[in-house]
């Protein structure tokens, strides 16, 4: 009796390695992990594939075909996290916001208390203070962000300032303290912790929002709330937020003091064999444009094509937009979009009729309206922070 | 034909039309990956409603090359952060690298000595450009 089953169990162990043995085969023949280029996309939960700089903690870029809407799309909108070690899991019901230190009523809320709070929206671009780094000349050491380190969202939660009269601040308030819940690999790393000037941190725009582009805010972007700064670099709106303090002096742990920090000279830039002595902490965005044209695009000579890109500032709002097809000698005005806020990416259009055949370089500059515009050479400082350079894009136009 | 003999046909069948099915499959898939942009590609959104919310991270890294030092290296820098992170680096000269390895020491409080400084710099220096 015992030979039928014998028999029957042999033939499935044979045909399961035969099975076994193909997919071993084919999998040789895969391209592996490490024959991939170190920046080689990766695909987190809930993000489409992206450029990653690093995964633990996950430094992950947009992909540049993302920029053609105005708002980026949550799943392709870029990650930077400082801490490897990632508020995850939260336990929600037990999850707090603390505000005290120098207050009248310290507190503590709920994340159903604060979206049951009265709630503002405001559309804002997030921009690492380090984006398109790895472009720099020369190279730079830390994250070799391309273009791609920046987007724009729109953010709903409770204006800080509400928080901060709940709390009540007493006199002598300097700064306000923000600590997100990511830590380091070792106990001796500092925890992430920014702080805004108070005047600032009562700005009407500023958010401790819980809500991107009309979504529940993903965990890769600061579940259950993080700050929203409008018009400052993407280092002051910190995720997951646990606590917010009011100080009577100065933040000077290492992500104030040493770190994110800028000279004071025009546009932030020093050479590299004379570096500026006096250093403040990076704030407000510098006023950029870009061109966003599909990968498909094909100019023919004398046919009009519509280009059309992005421009943004630190919050002054874009005045003017324009194209040079001379290398920067004579400028032609585009067309502005829709305003969506003066913090948000401003769609231009121009309409460019190639004059001839073969490749062509056109660059692309903003004003703002406070007449704050672009260089035409790059700007470096020893960290790579508000690049702003004029960008160029190469056509080939076809006969 | 035999009652075993009917069933092993039946069972020989079934396997490979499975098989066949799961190739068919298998071509579809990639062929529609092939097609569509990744943009036009929904992303499913990892629910942010319970009471825990997690998420499963990615964590192949890429390997380290071999080069001297290389195990100094490993245990020393990629307790904090991942070897993804060196890799996308540019090149550098001795002077960033020694640079960037006191950092992680005196900001970060990195486990590492003078000797292992030195050894860990070497290491960098001579994986660049692999």
Not at chain 1, 37 to 48: T, W
Not at chain 1, 324 to 330: E, I, Q, R
Not at chain 2, 76 to 96: E, I, N
């Amino acid at each position: 009796m015992s030979d039928p089953i014998h028999v029957q169990l042999t033939r499935r162990a044979w045909l399961a390695g035969v099975g076994l043995a193909g997919l071993v085969g084919c999998g040789r023949n895969q391209p592996t992990v490490e024959s991939l280029p170190a920046d080689a996309p990766l695909r987190f939960p809930g993000k489409v594939p992206m450029r990653a700089l690093n995964h633990r903690p996950p430094c992950l870029e947009t992909p540049w075909r993302y920029f053609q809407t105005d708002l980026t799309p949550n799943e392709a909108f870029y990650v930077r996290w400082h801490l490897q070690v990632l508020p995850n899991p939260i336990d929600v019901p037990s999850w707090r916001l603390r505000v005290d230190g120098h207050v009248e009523r310290p507190a503590a809320f709920s994340l159903d208390e604060l979206r049951r709070m009265p709630a503002e929206e405001v559309i804002a671009v997030n921009q690492c203070s380090g984006n398109s780094r790895g472009l720099f000349q020369p190279a730079l050491p830390g994250a070799q962000w391309h273009n791609g380190a920046m987007g724009n969202a729109r953010w709903r939660g409770v204006p800080l300032r509400h928080l901060l009269e709940r709390v009540g601040l007493k006199a002598g308030s300097v700064e306000v303290a923000f600590e997100g819940m990511d830590r380091g690999g070792l106990p001796s790393v500092p925890n992430f912790v920014k702080s805004l000037p108070v005047d600032r941190a009562r700005d009407r725009e500023i958010l401790v929002a819980y809500s991107m582009n009309d979504a529940p805010l993903p965990l890769l972007h600061g579940f259950p709330v993080r700050l929203v700064v409008p018009g400052w670099y993407a280092t002051y709106w910190v995720k997951s937020l646990e606590s917010i303090t009011v100080l009577t002096g100065p933040c000077d742990n290492f992500w104030m003091k040493t770190a994110y920090r800028i000279p004071t000279t025009a546009n932030a830039v020093e050479k590299p064999d004379q570096l500026a002595k006096v250093t403040v902490p990076i704030h407000r965005m510098n006023v950029r444009s870009f061109f966003t044209l599909p990968e498909t695009l094909s100019p023919q000579v004398g046919k009009p094509v519509e280009l059309n890109g992005i421009a943004f500032d630190g919050g002054s709002g874009i005045a003017r937009v324009e194209v040079s097809t001379d290398g920067g000698t004579t400028w032609q005005a585009g067309e502005l979009g829709p305003d969506l806020g003066r913090f948000s990416f401003r769609r231009w259009y121009w309409t460019w009729t190639p004059q001839a055949v073969g490749e062509q370089r056109l660059l692309v500059r903003a004003t703002s309206t406070t007449g704050e515009t672009q260089p035409l050479t790059e700007g470096w400082n020893r960290a790579g922070y508000m690049r702003n350079v004029i960008e160029a894009v190469r056509l080939e136009v076809r006969a | 034909m035999s009652g075993r003999g009917i069933w092993l046909f039946v069972l020989v069948g079934v396997l490979f039309g499975g098989a066949g099915v799961l190739s068919w499959l298998g071509t579809r898939y990639s062929a529609d990956l092939s097609q569509a942009s990744a943009q036009d590609l929904p992303v499913p959104q990892p629910s942010v409603d319970g009471p825990i919310v997690s998420l499963e991270m990615p964590h192949t890294e890429p390997l380290l090359p071999p080069g001297p030092n290389r195990e100094q290296f490993h245990i020393a820098c990629t307790t904090c952060h991942s070897t993804r992170l060196v890799l996308t680096q540019p090149k550098l000269t001795a002077a960033q690298w020694t640079a960037s390895v006191q950092k992680m020491v005196k900001v970060y409080g990195a486990p590492v000595n003078s000797d292992q400084e030195k050894a860990i710099v070497a290491y960098l220096l001579a994986i660049q450009g692999q």
